[in-house]
């Protein structure tokens, strides 16, 4: 049985994972209107893993009980002055979330609550990969400037991140 406390940090999580979703469309569209197809589509699975996120939450609650209460996700953004500012925002973004993660780890282990501590370990080395992944793109886009070039070979490079998963016990 999870407290109330616990069981409102993770409905609020829930629905920040369905905002990252949000965002992440939002950031699609966007450079989908570009002409950059293939950074589109990296946003489009980035988008897709979100969902995830938010649905390794949501069962881990029904498992344990507890009541989910999902709420109204906010509107994201709608442009971006230019692709790598977009991705720089995704860099923020995943940033806000670690520390959301964090928090509720601190609460999992304030609260006792062995089991949210655990599967939120998972969440935790999550973040790691996330933040590196997006940083990753932001330091190449970087080096390649205002070279078309440059963004060319970016988004062809991006076209191929696969469709993401989740397997059931959480690797
Ligand atoms: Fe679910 Fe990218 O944080």
Request: aromatic content about 10%.
């Amino acid at each position: 049985m999870m407290n109330e406390k616990m069981v409102a940090a993770l409905n609020q999580q829930i629905n920040e994972e369905y905002y990252s979703s949000y965002i992440y469309l939002a950031m699609a569209a966007y450079l989908d209107d570009s002409d950059l197809d293939g950074m589109g589509h990296w946003m489009r699975m980035q988008a897709q893993e979100e969902y995830l996120h938010a649905m390794k939450i949501f069962d881990f609650m029904v498992e344990r009980g507890a009541r989910i209460k999902l709420s109204a996700v906010a509107e994201p953004p709608f442009e971006w002055e230019t692709p790598l500012a977009a991705f720089e925002a995704a860099l923020d973004h995943e940033r806000y979330m670690t520390d959301n993660i964090n928090k509720l780890v601190d609460l999992a282990i304030s609260e006792r609550d062995h089991a949210t501590n655990n599967i939120m370990q998972w969440y935790v080395s999550e973040q790691v990969e996330e933040e590196a992944n997006v940083e990753g793109i932001v330091k190449k886009m970087k080096m390649m400037g205002d070279s078309g070039q440059g963004l060319f070979l970016m988004d062809r490079e991006l076209a191929s991140r696969p469709v993401p998963t989740i397997v059931a016990d959480g690797q």
